[in-house]
């Protein structure tokens, strides 16, 4: 396949270059670096420009013909969200725009949107199934739920299929060891325990201990970076073969509480780093833990990687590369 991948030199975008050329595929990242590196990218795929420029995206929608679009761009963080809410319609619901006139405009005929947990807010079940209402408390996650429903209306009016993959937590790293997360500020659990381990953090901080949960940490379900480029490559399949527009969550349907988190990772990497109470975070459900089972029925997606162990080994190896320790 020749892809598009918008945000390609982010966290998971530039997981999702590396996947896609290893089985085979061509890609090109339009990215304007806000938050990505070029060095998480291999020389000659990166288009630098911006969502915000339709000029960009027309340009770069002219320099091939693409089989597809993977839509990674956008800002992720929910707390900034609260503060910034404009920013995130700007950024994520502007740029989606920009986006999906571009493909109508160059006839581009199948996208995979990376959408995300947080459109189903503050769900009242155990698993969460696609069929669970979506109701988003923060912009960010209604930034993903309108991004979802432009493109279920961009299907019916120009034929442009959608594949909506709501992930979970995604964490992890490259198996390999040349890629991992950088965020910065970094507000993912994993990462936070890691850097607390490394030494890069003075100490980490549990949000919470209160919640109605068996040991009152948050329980979250946690997906491995490399499990999920192979979901964007299957849904991207199940587009071409015809199949229509929907949503999948993307999660192992297996929860994992802070407090059980912290363990492994202490276990892990063998340091018993320092930790911290703190408040609770605004927001913050209690329990996301996903149903897979329409990824695995309809894509035939399998996690290979999502154990809490294998994550967490593998983000240990690349922040030891990122101090120096390994
Ligand atoms: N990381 C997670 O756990 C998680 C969970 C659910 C959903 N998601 C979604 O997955 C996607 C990727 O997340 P990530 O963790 O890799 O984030 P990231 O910040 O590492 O990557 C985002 C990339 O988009 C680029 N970008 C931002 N605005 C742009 C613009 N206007 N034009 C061009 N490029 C732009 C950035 O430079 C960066 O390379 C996001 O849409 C995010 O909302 C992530």
Redesign the pocket.
């Known amino acids: 396949m020749n892809l598009l991948i918008?945000?390609?030199?982010?966290?998971?975008?530039?997981?999702m270059v590396k996947f896609a050329r290893s089985r085979g595929h061509t890609v090109t990242v339009?990215?304007?670096?806000?938050?990505?590196?070029r060095d998480?990218l291999p020389t000659g795929v990166l288009l630098e420009?911006?969502?915000?420029?339709p000029e960009?995206i027309r340009a770069t929608l002219a320099s091939s013909r693409f089989d597809g679009v993977i839509?990674?761009?956008?800002?992720?963080q929910v707390g900034e969200s609260m503060r910034l809410p404009l920013k995130y319609y700007t950024?994520?619901t502007i740029?989606t725009i920009n986006l999906l006139a571009g493909c109508v405009e160059a006839e581009v005929k199948h996208v995979v949107?990376?959408?995300?947990?947080?459109v189903y807010g503050q769900p009242m079940v155990d698993v969460i199934d696609e069929s669970c209402p979506t109701a988003p408390i923060n912009p960010?996650g209604r930034t993903?739920l309108i991004g979802e429903q432009m493109l279920a209306d961009c299907a019916v009016a120009h034929g442009l299929t959608s594949a909506s993959?709501?992930?979970?937590?995604?964490?992890g790293a490259d198996p390999a060891g040349e890629l991992g997360?950088?965020?910065d500020p970094e507000t993912?659990l994993i990462p936070l325990l890691l850097q607390a381990a490394s030494g890069r953090r003075k100490s980490f901080t549990i949000n919470g201990d209160n919640f109605p949960t068996p040991d009152g940490t948050c329980v979250r379900d946690y997906v491995h970076?490399w499990d999920l480029c192979a979901a964007h490559l299957l849904a991207m399949d199940y587009l071409m073969a015809g199949g229509a527009t929907t949503a999948f969550n993307l999660g192992s349907g297996a929860g994992f509480s802070v407090a059980e988190v912290l363990a492994a990772a202490k276990r892990i990497t063998g340091i018993d780093f320092p930790v911290e109470w703190g408040p609770r975070r605004e927001g913050d459900p209690a329990r996301l833990v996903a149903s897979r089972s329409k990824a695995e029925r309809v894509l035939g997606w399998r996690c290979e990687y999502s154990q809490i162990e294998t994550i967490i080994e593998h983000a240990w190896a690349w922040e030891r590369k990122q101090t120096g320790l390994g």
């Not at 420009?49 to 420029?53: E, F, K």
């Not at 993959?165 to 964490?171: C, E, G, K, M, W």
């Open positions: 918008t945000g390609g030199a982010g966290y998971i975008g530039s997981h339009l990215d304007n670096l806000s938050t990505g590196f998480a420009g911006s969502l915000l420029v960009d839509h990674f761009a956008g800002s992720i950024e994520n740029g949107f990376s959408s995300s947990a947080a960010y993903k993959l709501r992930y979970f937590n995604a964490a997360e950088r965020h993912h970076v």
